[in-house]
């Protein structure tokens, strides 16, 4: 059900999905201008802090796993910068620790589901490399805690998750990216996350503050990831290419260039915005907020711009 959004006038807030366990919560919403006002959808996967009492009493570490699974408070980024240009904004609001959204749903680890299990052969395949590290559809352990659940998940629980946030929230997404270039005649992706610090911030090779991932190219036009980089650049701030973050299940699943729907991964570093413990915003986060606004009505402006070529080719 749509409602206009009380804190930004020709908006709409969306809200879809449940999360088990949580008073019929929604498990994302989706913030959109009236009017699409630009080519761009920003979605944060991994910024959800609404926990149900069930799912922190399963846990190990409730404190620590959720700090350390969450991309910790990127949404107040997303926010501001989806407000400044008017993008939509998609943000989950359940946890990653109950279901990433960034996973494919056939990414399960499933030594951790109690019950009727899909262990066909085409199953086992499917579970990537990601779930046999711990960090596959539903995380099960962090280097440093170990396990993080205190028994084996109901696979009825399992699958509640993927019908009630994990399937509604793709939906959603394809929606509004359908809409966008439906209006603008192509549209954009940032699917956006933070990342821990990679290393020094001083010297001949300190470590980036942001990472750029598109898949090696396969789920975003060329002169988009150019432009993002060229801005970084031209602003004075570090960044990388696909390196050590290429995007995941979001790109592969919705970044489609043939199609004029470009995706990219834009990973921050949590350094920027928080406070030295990296547990709570700081004054960084406005400085970081303000950067991007400027990066996302550039790439809106060439959205544009390769839309007209894309609809040309076409022709």
């Known amino acids: 059900m749509q409602a206009d959004d009380p804190d930004l006038p020709d908006s709409v807030l969306t809200p879809g999905g449940t999360i088990p366990g949580a008073d019929d919560q929604p498990a994302f919403v989706m913030r959109r201008r009236k009017s699409l006002a630009i080519p761009v959808l920003i979605a944060v996967p991994h910024a959800g802090r609404t926990y149900p009492d069930s799912l922190l009493q399963s846990m190990r570490h409730p404190e620590e796993a959720a700090l350390r699974l969450e991309d910790r408070y990127v949404d107040l980024v997303a926010r501001k910068v989806a407000e400044a240009t008017g993008a939509a904004l998609l943000m989950a609001n359940a946890p990653r620790a109950m279901i990433d959204l960034n996973r494919s749903p056939e990414d399960v680890d499933w030594e951790m589901v109690n019950g009727p299990r899909n262990t066909t052969m085409r199953a086992r395949l499917a579970a990537g490399r990601r779930s046999r590290s711990g960090l596959g559809l539903v995380p099960r352990r962090l280097p440093g805690l170990g396990e993080l659940w205190r028994q084996r998940m109901p696979a009825i629980e399992l699958n509640e998750r993927i019908e009630h946030i994990h399937a509604p929230y793709h939906q959603a997404l394809s929606k ?125 402006d060439e959205v544009c711009k390769g839309a007209q070529g894309f609809a040309q080719a076409a022709e």
């Not at 970084?232 to 699943?253: C, I, Q, S, T």
């Not at 489609?256 to 986060?285: F, H, K, N, W």
């Not at 400085?287 to 990066?295: G, I, K, P």
Request: aromatic residues 6%; contains cysteine.
């Open 176 to 300: 509004m990216l359908d809409s966008l270039r439906d209006r603008w005649g192509a549209a954009l992706l940032i699917d956006m996350h933070s990342m821990p610090p990679l290393g020094p911030k001083t010297g001949a090779d300190a470590a980036v503050d942001f990472v750029l991932g598109d898949r090696f190219g396969a789920s975003c036009e060329s002169h988009l990831v150019s432009a993002a980089l060229d801005h970084f650049d031209e602003r004075g701030l570090r960044a990388a290419h696909n390196r050590p973050y290429a995007g995941g299940y979001v790109l592969d699943r919705h970044g489609a260039p043939a199609r004029a729907v470009s995706a990219m991964q834009l990973e921050i570093c949590r350094a920027a915005y928080l406070d030295a413990p990296l547990r709570e915003p700081a004054d960084g986060l406005d400085h970081v907020a303000e950067e991007l606004v400027l990066l996302v009505r550039r790439l809106a």
